[in-house]
């Protein structure tokens, strides 16, 4: 079982910098991917970028260049999402995963970004 716990949003005015953090915890012995998906109101769940156990990331097109996905290389078990040149169109409830065996949640952060 894997717990994921988010933290960073909140409310920033267009243009401004938000940072993510998820941490993992329980009975973990490696994790493989992990990363951060978002859900506006009304609109499906969609990929914001993801890392892998080796450092690879992925982005979607519409946050390349403004978001930068890490993880703590110590524990390998927090991945933090650094996200630069806010825009309204960022607004969303932010959610990270990790893959351990199953695919696991966050419980979501929400990220208002304002005009």
């Known amino acids: 079982q894997v717990q994921l716990v988010e933290s960073g949003g909140g409310l920033v005015q267009a243009g401004g910098s938000l940072r993510l953090s998820c941490a993992a915890s329980g009975s973990i012995f490696s994790i493989n991917g992990m990363g951060w998906y978002r859900q506006a109101p009304g609109k499906q769940r969609e990929l914001v970028a993801t890392i892998t156990s080796g450092g690879e990331t992925n982005y979607a097109d519409s946050v390349k260049g403004r978001f930068t996905i890490s993880r703590d290389n110590a524990k390998n078990t927090v991945v933090y999402l650094q996200m630069n040149s806010l825009k309204p169109q960022d607004t969303a409830v932010y959610y990270c995963?990790?893959?351990?065996?199953?695919?696991?949640w966050g419980q979501g952060t929400q990220v208002t970004v304002s005009s």
């Open positions: 995963y990790a893959v351990y065996h199953l695919l696991y």
